[in-house]
């Protein structure tokens, strides 16, 4: 019980993060009759998309959701005083598996030459490989390990989100949603707005304790 309650945050984002999977196993045919085969179930797309087409907007999607929600932590914290490290790096984790898979269907729709092939592309592919780091030190040994630098090194995450935003608007998706919710929260995080948001929050606190 101990385990859970310490870690329940991070069960929580795993379990959320996992259970898109099933709708793109629902896509797919695994054969193990001889060895491991994977094969598209044609028509499984909707919206006029073909499946891989559609594999590859899901991926996306839920690539860009993850990373957006990573960024909404700090402001989640100086709004509500909320704060939990290990949940923001399962998010994280939960980002780049996305973003990675998303690459890799990208790669076998389009292949790898079709990467610099346009802006957009390239902005994708950048923001992938900065992912690439901040991947295998979103753990707490890196953390004890790189001290003061791990934090320099996860601050790649800014601009990760600003190439995959950059990347999905000139794909002309539904990307403002996403740039609305990263501009809110970077507008709390101005020393201004933040200050005045922890000292409302603390006044607020010592009210409620009278």
């Known amino acids: 019980m101990s385990f859970l309650k310490r870690n329940y945050g991070w069960i929580i984002v795993a379990i959320l993060a996992i259970l898109p999977i099933f709708i793109i196993l629902n896509m797919t045919n695994i054969d193990f009759t001889d060895g491991v085969s994977i094969t598209l179930i044609e028509s499984a797309g909707n919206n006029g998309m073909t499946t891989l087409e559609m594999l590859y907007h899901i991926s996306g999607e839920f690539a860009i959701r993850w990373m957006t929600a990573v960024l909404t932590c700090t402001p ?94 000139l794909l002309e998706k539904t990307w403002l949603i996403y740039a609305v919710i990263v501009g809110i929260g970077f507008l709390i995080r101005l020393p201004l707005v933040k200050d005045k948001i922890i000292k409302f929050r603390i006044n607020r606190r010592r009210l409620n304790a009278l």
């Open 76 to 169: 989640f914290f100086i709004l509500f005083g909320v704060n939990n490290l290990f949940v923001r790096q399962a998010m994280g984790i939960a980002t780049a598996i996305w973003s990675f898979l998303h690459f890799i269907i990208f790669l076998v729709a389009e292949g790898f030459l079709e990467t610099f092939a346009q802006v957009n592309y390239v902005a994708g592919f950048i923001a992938v490989l900065i992912l690439i780091p901040l991947f295998f030190t979103s753990n707490r040994k890196s953390m004890k390990k790189l001290k003061m630098n791990w934090k320099k090194l996860q601050s790649l995450s800014y601009a990760a989100i600003f190439l995959s935003l950059l990347h999905v608007a």
